[in-house]
T-cell receptor, first 112, second 111 residues
Framework: EPEVTQTPSHQVTQMGQEVILRCVPI?????FYWYRQILGQKVEFLVS????????KSEIFDDQFSVERPDGSNFTLKIRSTKLEDSAMYFC??????????FGEGSRLTVL | QKEVEQDPGPLSVPEGAIVSLNCTYS??????FMWYRQYSRKGPELLMY????GNKEDGRFTAQVDKSSKYISLFIRDSQPSDSATYLC???????????FGEGTQLTVNP
């Protein structure tokens, strides 16, 4: 069964460092998303991406965040200068048409 | 007021019980309603997806949406220990692409 894959599964970084989280969406999907879940809190929308541009972003997705689809398969989330409060699980998701999102297993980011 | 509210539990039931999980929402623009299951330290897994009001059944799972009261439910019949997980409700407007999630209800089914 096709699935969304994410790397790394866990990354530990120092505050102020740049982090890139990678995702390979399901191959025929057209819409891509990043969500995050701080430990013990709800899953929160960060950004959606369609046709090689951001289609929607939340108030969380500030100038420290960026997304890119550098080739036909990868979808990345970059955090330029990590803060302690960026520690969370980051989930990539994809869908053919908006609604039925399929999530990856997540990348756990720990900022020290 | 939170856009989607869900009792976080925890909820503990014996094996074979009928489980009822619920969410309320405040935004009348929400038209799509989903239930996800999330095992510990894993990504959410889509269980049920419904549009507007009504019922949808899939095996042991039944999703109900009552838009007049802004209330969504998930029923699990003949619950199994493997159903132990956190259940997340999620909603979406017709326009836009973001999902708004509830806090999740932690369910334990005891053998």
């Amino acid at each position: 069964e096709p699935e969304v894959t994410q790397t790394p599964s866990h990354q530990v970084t120092q505050m102020g460092q740049e982090v890139i989280l990678r995702c390979v969406p399901i191959s025929n999907h057209l819409y891509f998303y990043w969500y995050r879940q701080i430990l013990g809190q709800k899953v929160e929308f960060l950004v959606s991406f369609y046709n090689n541009e951001i289609s929607e972003k939340s108030e969380i997705f500030d100038d420290q965040f960026s997304v890119e689809r550098p080739d036909g398969s990868n979808f990345t989330l970059k955090i330029r200068s990590t803060k302690l409060e960026d520690s969370a699980m980051y989930f990539c998701a994809s869908v053919i048409y908006p609604g039925e999102l399929f999530f990856g297993e997540g990348s756990r980011l720990t900022v020290l | 007021q939170k856009e989607v509210e869900q009792d976080p539990g925890p909820l503990s039931v014996p094996e074979g019980a009928i489980v009822s999980l619920n969410c309320t929402y405040s935004n009348s623009a929400f038209q799509y309603f989903m239930w996800y299951r999330q095992y510990s330290r894993k990504g959410p897994e889509l269980l049920m997806y419904t549009y507007s009001s009504g019922n949808k059944e899939d095996g042991r799972f039944t999703a109900q949406v009552d838009k007049s009261s802004k209330y969504i439910s998930l029923f699990i019949r003949d619950s199994q220990p493997s159903d132990s997980a956190t259940y997340l409700c999620a909603t979406k407007e017709t326009s836009g692409s973001r999902l708004t999630f509830g806090e999740g209800t932690q369910l334990t089914v005891n053998p």
